[in-house]
T-cell receptor, first 116, second 109 residues
Framework: DTGVSQDPRHKITKRGQNVTFRCDPI?????LYWYRQTLGQGPEFLTY????????KSRLLSDRFSAERPKGSFSTLEIQRTEQGDSAMYLC??????????????FGEGSWLTVV | DQQVKQNSPSLSVQEGRISILNCDYT??????FLWYKKYPAEGPTFLIS?????DKNEDGRFTVFLNKSAKHLSLHIVPSQPGDSAVYFC????????FGKGTRLHILP
């Protein structure tokens, strides 16, 4: 399977704990995005990378959230001191990032986070 | 402030008829528009897109129409099939992609 893969698919954690999600994009895709989705809402932009450079981070993202893409391939999203409001599906997506076809982003299956 | 709006939370359509999903946007700088389909517990799946320099793009049963003057786009599905029942998200791009809240489409037998 050469699509976007995310790990873990489900995570249940106690409030105050740290969690980390991993995303492996489609190979040769330069851009990698993180989104969050809650019930009844569309995917909400969190941050994105062009290769290893983090180009934009949502103003809505608190400083408890950090993302990295150290070698321009896989990415991690860490949430520190989790709160119940962090419970959501965290979606990773990737795109070529250039040309007309590069505008289309392809999503992974998502990582469900439940904070109890 | 929502830049991409899908004002119909849900839509029911008889199997075999046309489904029309609507979307409005506020930012005239968007240069690319996309539609995604989502089943429960899965990530969104890309359906069809359109560049801002075009007014129509067709792919099989799916056609997207863009009216730039009205800042409006629509997705037509014809004929509608039971497997089309899902949540449909409209999205628009400048650097990042911004999504609407989605419309849940029910195809009735």
């Amino acid at each position: 399977d050469t699509g976007v893969s995310q790990d873990p698919r489900h995570k249940i954690t106690k409030r105050g704990q740290n969690v980390t999600f991993r995303c492996d994009p489609i190979s040769e895709h330069n851009r990698l995005y993180w989104y969050r989705q809650t019930l009844g809402q569309g995917p909400e932009f969190l941050t994105y990378f062009q290769n290893e450079a983090q180009l934009e981070k949502s103003r809505l993202l608190s400083d408890r959230f950090s993302a990295e893409r150290p070698k321009g391939s896989f990415s991690t999203l860490e949430i520190q001191r989790t709160e119940q409001g962090d419970s959501a599906m965290y979606l990773c997506a990737s795109s070529l990032g250039q040309g007309a076809a590069g505008n289309t982003i392809y999503f992974g299956e998502g990582s469900w986070l439940t904070v109890v | 402030d929502q830049q991409v709006k899908q004002n119909s939370p849900s839509l029911s359509v008889q199997e075999g008829r046309i489904s029309i999903l609507n979307c409005d946007y506020t930012n005239s700088m968007f240069d690319y528009f996309l539609w995604y389909k989502k089943y429960p517990a899965e990530g969104p799946t890309f359906l069809i897109s359109i560049s801002s320099i075009k007014d129509k793009n067709e792919d099989g049963r799916f056609t997207v129409f863009l009216n730039k003057s009205a800042k409006h786009l629509s997705l037509h599905i014809v004929p509608s099939q039971p497997g089309d029942s899902a949540v449909y998200f409209c999205a628009a791009q400048d650097d990042k992609i911004i999504f609407g809240k989605g419309t849940r489409l029910h195809i009735l037998p």
